[in-house]
């Protein structure tokens, strides 16, 4: 295990450490990633992340996200609805329900136009797959899912296809 790995674990476990990454690292990966580069959290924790670009509900306006991206088979890739284990799902999630067909997947290696799938079905083999993806590129979020548990949310998968 890396220096990194060591110190972006121990930041995890606490909470100005979420509310760091919460509210500072998040701007610092979607400005990067939008300059074609690695993202922080790319660089320093190994974490896959890539920009989703979700039309707004009621503005229709696209807003990009940086989020936790693995990729699956046949060019799917996968992301959690976590938002660090809180009771309520996370704005960007309720806009990609309301708009699960246009959405813009970017990384360094360039865009893609996909449609979404949600997984919510944790006796799914794609999900135990899926979810096992994501917590080996990024174990917090098998804290949040404990956290999430508390408030009775489930945890959601979205599943992000090629068009």
């Known amino acids: 295990m890396s220096i ?3 110190l972006r674990d121990e930041i995890f476990k ?3 450490g979420k509310l760091f990454i919460g509210t500072c690292l998040w701007r610092i990966d979607r400005a990067l990633l939008f300059r074609g580069r690695r993202s922080m959290s790319a660089v320093v924790g190994h974490v896959p992340v890539k920009l989703i670009g979700v039309l707004g509900r009621a503005t229709r306006q696209r807003r990009f ?3 936790v991206n693995v990729p699956g088979e046949g ?3 996968y992301s959690v609805n976590s938002y660090g284990g809180m009771g309520v799902p996370p704005q960007w999630f309720k806009n990609l329900e309301h708009n699960p067909d246009d959405v813009e997947v970017r990384d360094t290696e360039g865009r893609v136009r996909c449609r ?3 997984l ?3 006796q799914d083999r794609e999900y135990i797959d899926a979810w096992q993806k994501l917590i ?3 174990p917090p979020l098998e804290d949040y899912a404990r956290q999430a548990l508390k408030s009775n949310r489930k945890l959601i998968i979205v599943c992000f296809e090629p068009c």
């Open 75 to 77: 060019g799917t890739s």
């Open 14 to 16: 606490t909470w100005p």
């Open 120 to 122: 919510r079905d944790d």
């Open 136 to 138: 080996r590129a990024y």
């Open 116 to 118: 979404t799938r949600f």
């Open 65 to 67: 996200i940086p989020l």
């Open 4 to 6: 990194w790995s060591t």
